[in-house]
C-alpha cells in the first residue's frame, strides 16, 4: 500500500503517469495500476483522465494533501531510524546542472554509492534551474543569486565567470572594448525554457549593469557553448573553472576584462527539514568535499584572471 501511496503523489506531482513511472523507475502501467488499486480501496476516482489530459478529482485533492503529510511522517521516523543506526537507507534523488552533473555529480554518485549500497541514487542533469519541491529531489547542486529561507545552502565556493572567444574570432570581428560594444557581436546564448530575451550582468565602474545581447546560435547544453567558442563562432560567458585548459592554452581569451560578470555561488541545496535524513546530509557533504576539491584541481593551472581576482573563493555562506 505504501507504494501505491507514493505513486500517487509522485503522479500528481509529475503531472502524468509516464514521468512518474520515470522517476520512480518502474513503468507507466505500474503506476496506473497501483493508482487503480487505490481507488478501489478508496472506493473514488482520484483522478479525471482523458487520451490528453489529467487532474485530480474534488476527493483526490483532498488525498493529496493527507498522503503528502503521511509519506512526510514515514520519511522522518526513516531517517530517525537511520540516525540511530548511523545508516542511511532509502533512495535519494539529486539534481544539477548538466556539465557538472557529468563531471562532479556522477562520480560523486558512483562514490557514494560504493559507501553506501544500500541507497539507489536517482540523477536528474538540465541546465534548467529546477525546483527541488516540484520535482521530488532530495538536494540540488546550484548556481544561486540569493538565499532561499526554505532551502538549506551549503556553499561550495564563489566560482568566477568570464566573457571569452577564440583567438580566430577576435582577429575577425574585433575585441570589444565596451560593454556596449557587444551589440555588434555574435553572443553565444544559453536558452532556458520560456526565455525570451538574453541579458549578462556585468561589471561597470563598481555597479552591476545588465546588457542585452544577440546572436545566431543558442542551446540548452553549456557544453555545447564552449565547443562553439572554440571553433570561433562568438563570445560566451563561462564559468572559469569549465574553460581553464583553454584559458591556460590560449584557445580562448578574455574578452573586456575591464568589464568582468559577478562571480556565481556554487552550492547544494536541501529543503529546511526539523531533521534532516542522514541520506541527504551524507551525500552534501561528500559533494561539497568533492566539489572544492574539483574547482581547485582545475583551476591549479591558472593564475589570477586579468581582472586581478582569484578564480575561486571557499569561504563558507
Known amino acids: 500500500m505504501l507504494e501505491n501511496f507514493r505513486s500517487f503523489a509522485r503522479a500528481v506531482e509529475a503531472g502524468s503517469f509516464s514521468e512518474a513511472g520515470r522517476r520512480m523507475r518502474v513503468s507507466a502501467n505500474v503506476i496506473s495500476q497501483r493508482i487503480q488499486a487505490l481507488e478501489n480501496h478508496l472506493g473514488c476516482r482520484l483522478f479525471n483522465r482523458t487520451t490528453r489530459n489529467m487532474g485530480l478529482t474534488e476527493q483526490g485533492r483532498i488525498f493529496y494533501d493527507h498522503v503528502i503529510d503521511a509519506l512526510h511522517t514515514i520519511e522522518m521516523a526513516e ?111 544559453l536558452r532556458f525554457p520560456g526565455s525570451r530575451e538574453f541579458r549578462w550582468s556585468l561589471s561597470q565602474d563598481g555597479e552591476e549593469i545588465s546588457v542585452p545581447i544577440k546572436g545566431s546560435l543558442d542551446a540548452d547544453d553549456g557544453d555545447v557553448l564552449t565547443a562553439w567558442a572554440l571553433d570561433g563562432r562568438g563570445i560566451v560567458l563561462k564559468p572559469v573553472y569549465e574553460i581553464a585548459d583553454a584559458l591556460a592554452q590560449g584557445r580562448l581569451v578574455p574578452v573586456l576584462t575591464a568589464n568582468p560578470p559577478p562571480p556565481a555561488t556554487l552550492a547544494v541545496l536541501y529543503p529546511t527539514r526539523n531533521l534532516v535524513p542522514l541520506k541527504v546530509k551524507a551525500f552534501a557533504d561528500l559533494l561539497v568535499e568533492r566539489g572544492r576539491r574539483y574547482l581547485a584541481t582545475e583551476l591549479a593551472r591558472l593564475g589570477p584572471l586579468p581582472s586581478g581576482q582569484s578564480p575561486l573563493q571557499e569561504n563558507e555562506a
Do not use: W
Open 79 to 189: 531517517a530517525n531510524i537511520g540516525e540511530l543506526g548511523a545508516m542511511p537507507l532509502g533512495s535519494i534523488r539529486v539534481a544539477a546542472p548538466l556539465g557538472l552533473g557529468r563531471r562532479l555529480v556522477g562520480p560523486t554518485a558512483a562514490a557514494y554509492r560504493d559507501a553506501h549500497p544500500q541507497i539507489d541514487v536517482q540523477l536528474r542533469l538540465s541546465e534548467r534551474r529546477l525546483d527541488i519541491i516540484a520535482e521530488s529531489c532530495d538536494l540540488a547542486l546550484q548556481f544561486v543569486t540569493y538565499a532561499d529561507s526554505s532551502m538549506i545552502m551549503r556553499k561550495i565556493a564563489d566560482a568566477e565567470r568570464v566573457l571569452c572567444a577564440s583567438p580566430g574570432y577576435i582577429e575577425r570581428a574585433g575585441m570589444p572594448m565596451t560593454p556596449a560594444d557587444l551589440a555588434r557581436h555574435q553572443c553565444l546564448l
